[in-house]
């Protein structure tokens, strides 16, 4: 298993425990001057995959930082009312969810 698996695992594992199904994992990166992999935590909604926060978690891969509950919905909260003051049809392609 590749560290890019392990630490996959290790933030899903979180992800469920501590946030809940409408999170998931972004693009894990390695920060060199800080030592540590660092993953952005993304929310599902209804108007896109919006960035909510980040797990830091180190050489050893153990979580050494993850934006607090409070935060991230904070953090969805805001980016959600900047959404509602666009039309959906002036959103980017991925923004834009189509009537059923």
């Known amino acids: 298993m590749t560290t890019q698996q392990q630490i996959s695992q290790i933030v899903t594992h979180y992800l469920i425990e501590n946030i809940g199904e409408m ?4 693009l894990i990166q390695y920060d060199a001057k800080l030592e540590r992999w660092r993953v952005p ?3 599902r909604t209804n108007r896109g ?3 909510a926060g980040e797990i830091q978690l180190t050489n050893r891969l153990e979580i ?3 934006t607090p509950l409070d935060e991230m919905l904070d953090t969805v909260q ?11 049809s ?5 923004f834009f969810v189509a009537p059923r």
Do not use: E, F, N, S
């Not at 999170?23 to 972004?26: C, D, E, K, L, N």
């Not at 805001?78 to 959906?88: E, N």
């Not at 002036?90 to 991925?94: M, S």
């Open 23 to 26: 999170a998931m994992q972004g």
């Open 41 to 43: 935590i993304l929310c």
């Open 49 to 51: 995959i919006l960035l």
């Open 64 to 66: 050494q930082y993850a």
């Open 78 to 88: 805001a980016q959600l009312k900047q959404l509602d003051r666009v039309p959906l």
């Open 90 to 94: 002036h959103l980017p392609a991925p």
